[in-house]
């Protein structure tokens, strides 16, 4: 077999030469492509976190002024400025329920509602149609 | 063109082709191997930061999550003068510059109405400057003649975020900021004493903020990355990164409504009596929490340094008293407890001496002549010559054992620290009036806290706890990471004798020393006390500590309160407890028993007609 002419050798020498630069080039940019993007992504990241310390630092201010606002004192000073006249109760004043007051409150309801006079309006003769018992703990 | 040429240019190219790449190879190996180490250097220096990302302290709660201290943010503005000369220098037509110049005025003026500065002043800092630093530092302008342009003038210190943000909104060229955290508490002196405060360099001084500094100060972190030409982080470019750990927050078991009204009732107190202190304490007696203590004089912690010293002390604490006829509860305790007496045993409180071990001793005077008087009438009435009997029938060395189980002699191991333990000599120290004497309440001193709490002890059943300040920690997501529980540190009394001597206690307020300081319904139980001061080595006539320390209900304590009030001005008259410390005492009762719903033990008539109503 005839060996191939030199300049044929140099030519796929370049060739693959040309290849390997595309080939480099590519990886090359694809480097930088990805470091742009991992760059990119680092600094959303840091801006995130940057927005999130922002409102976490807005947010204690917001506690210590709400804190501030709801202080006893201040309190009182707005009561004496916006003429309230608000004081804490007496004991004399107080009425002390002992037993349940939604439990009472409830019985005197259904009383109402269930009352025999309510409950014989169907009736002619003035009886009561129907009786009903209620349960009162 | 034949093929020969061709031949010669395409290897010509390649050659052109390999000596590129030599060229790049070799320029490499220039980088990366002979030159490497000193470019490292320089982009070590250039380049490389490490940021350190402060921990956030954590907040300081009262028990119902009401914040007392937490961290704000605040800015300190500065302009850097150098960085509008350079903006300006950049635009050569001099009608755009006087445009821009313009226009940068008028922002400054905007700027000067919002730092409540004068435009001068803010037009002053703008005038570029130089400033000495080390030559070995001068690298920074080119030129080493140890001046670098100052980039840093300050302008207003602690501007609030509000401000800043309509700052930052004007886009004014060359404003530089520095953001800090400083300690606020919202309460301003509320709770000043059990608080603290964290001075300007952040160092926890007092209260909560020192003893706790370990949960609050939390962990600071650090990036370790590198910065562009204006000085931004790359943060692509991190290579180290280790997250601040934000402190934790500490409940303490004060409410801020009780911490209030005491405080207030000081102020009234103080403005009636100008003492030179005092001190209301209020707890709860089966946990030994404290819901309340407050000082008289007192300061704002935002404004620390503008209190003076005495201000700032917790005489709760810190000041030693004799504790008087409050101290009455060890003899009677002990004596009941030991079953050498019964509240009906008598006593005759009007002879002058007393045989005890052999010796005749003389009795203490009392404020008023008695005669005999049984055990319920001795705590009642305060006798002084009553305690002396009955600590004589206990004998020294039990009288003693008794009263350190009171815990008197010995710190309360309050957990805020700088306590102190108080006087309590040892029997062998005695001189042979002592016996005589200290029941009274004379020959010991103590802090109103170990007063307090030896009150609390008979509330309670007996027990003494340890007056508790903390009542858990959370990390800063809110989850409880660790609770804080009552400690019991001995049993002082059994608990049937406890509630006996509660009952005599309410004889007090019923006929005795605070007659008329009852509140019906609440069976209130206490001890006045009225003690001369020793000035000089003498007890004083006319200067005296006055106190009231009981508790309510009598027979289901629900808080136990102190008030001590350390030589107050009577007009005309002597600072006795019923004078001085019973009003204050009576009115805290009334209001925390409102606030607090604490329930009658027994209900007035009035109110079993007014649940009649509605129910028909």
Known sequence: MKPPPAHAFVNRLIGLTLLLLVFSGSLGLGAVWMRQEISQAANRGRLLEGKMADVERRLDEVNAEVAAAVNPDVLLQQNQAMRLGLMSPREVQVVRVGESPELRLATKRNREVFSLASASLSDQAGEPAFRVVTALR | ?616
């Open chain 2, 1 to 616: 063109m034949s093929k020969g040429f061709a031949s010669n240019r395409l290897s010509l190219l390649a050659v052109g082709v390999l000596i590129c790449f030599m060229s790049v190879g070799v320029r490499l190996v220039f980088l990366q191997v002979v030159d490497r180490d000193e470019l490292l250097r320089f982009v070590d220096k250039a380049r490389r930061q490490i940021v350190v990302e402060h921990a956030r302290r954590g907040a300081i709660l009262d028990a119902r999550g009401n914040l007392l201290a937490t961290s704000r943010s605040e800015i300190t503005v500065a302009v850097d003068p150098w960085a509008l000369t350079e903006y300006l220098d950049i635009d050569k037509n001099p009608a755009h510059r006087a445009k821009r110049v313009a226009e940068e005025q008028a922002k400054h003026a905007q700027l000067a109405d919002l730092l409540g500065m004068s435009f001068a002043d803010v037009e002053k800092a703008y005038i570029p400057g130089m400033r000495s630093i080390k030559p070995e530092n001068d690298k920074r302008d080119g030129a080493v003649d140890g001046q670098t342009k100052d980039r840093w003038v300050k302008l207003r210190e602690e501007v609030d975020e509000p401000t800043f943000d309509k700052i930052t909104a004007l886009n004014i060229r060359g404003v530089t900021h520095e953001r800090v955290y400083r300690r606020v508490y919202p309460g301003d002196g509320l709770a000043a004493h059990l608080i603290g405060y964290l001075n300007r360099e952040g160092t926890a001084v007092t209260g909560a903020e020192h003893n706790f500094d370990l949960y609050l100060k939390g962990q600071d972190g650090w990036i370790e990355s590198e910065k562009d030409g204006a000085r931004r982080e790359m943060a692509q470019f991190r290579t180290r990164e280790v997250p601040a750990q934000d402190g934790d927050d500490v409940v303490l078991t004060i409410d801020s409504v009780v911490q209030h009204i005491i405080e207030d009732e000081l102020k009234t107190v103080a403005a009636k009596f100008q003492p030179h202190f005092a001190t209301i304490i209020a707890s709860d007696p089966m946990t030994g929490a404290i819901l309340g203590m407050a000082n008289y004089p007192s300061f704002d912690l935002n404004n620390y340094n503008k209190a003076p010293l005495e201000a700032q002390r917790n005489y709760a604490i810190t000041d030693r008293i004799e504790p008087g006829s409050t101290f009455k509860i060890v003899a009677a305790g002990a004596a009941l407890n030991e079953g050498l007496v019964t509240p009906y045993s008598t006593f005759d409180c009007g002879i002058q001496t007393i045989d005890y071990e052999g010796r005749t001793i003389k009795l203490p005077k009392e404020d008023e002549p008695f005669g005999v008087l049984s055990v319920a009438d001795i705590v009642a009435h305060s006798s002084n010559r009553g305690a002396a009997q009955l600590a004589m029938r206990l004998g020294d060395e039990r009288f003693y054992e008794y009263a350190r189980r009171y815990g008197f002699g010995q710190t309360t191991a309050f957990e805020l620290g700088g306590e102190v333990r108080g006087t309590l000599a040892s029997p062998d120290k005695w001189d042979g009036l002592t016996i005589s004497r200290m029941p009274m309440g004379h020959s010991v001193d103590a802090t109103p806290l170990q007063i307090h709490m030896a009150m609390s002890a008979v509330a309670n059943g007996g027990a003494l706890l340890r007056p508790q300040i903390i009542k858990e920690i959370r990390d800063n997501e809110g989850n409880v990471i660790r609770r804080f529980g009552p400690e019991k540190r001995t049993q002082v009394l059994r608990p049937a004798i406890a509630a006996q001597l509660a009952q005599l206690l309410t004889g007090v307020v019923r006929e005795g020393t605070a007659k008329g300081f009852d509140i019906p319904g609440f069976e209130v139980a206490g001890k006045t006390g009225t003690t001369q001061k020793l000035i000089d080595g003498k007890y004083s006539t006319t200067h005296h500590v006055a106190s009231f320390v009981g508790f309510f209900p009598a027979s289901r304590p629900e808080v136990v309160l102190s008030v001590i009030v350390d030589d107050a001005h009577v007009t005309g008259g002597t600072a006795y407890g019923r004078v001085v410390a019973a009003p204050a005492f009576k009115h805290i009762a009334e209001q925390l028993i409102q606030y607090l719903d604490i329930q009658p033990v027994t209900v007035p008539t009035r109110n079993f007609l007014a649940m009649q109503g509605g129910a028909r």
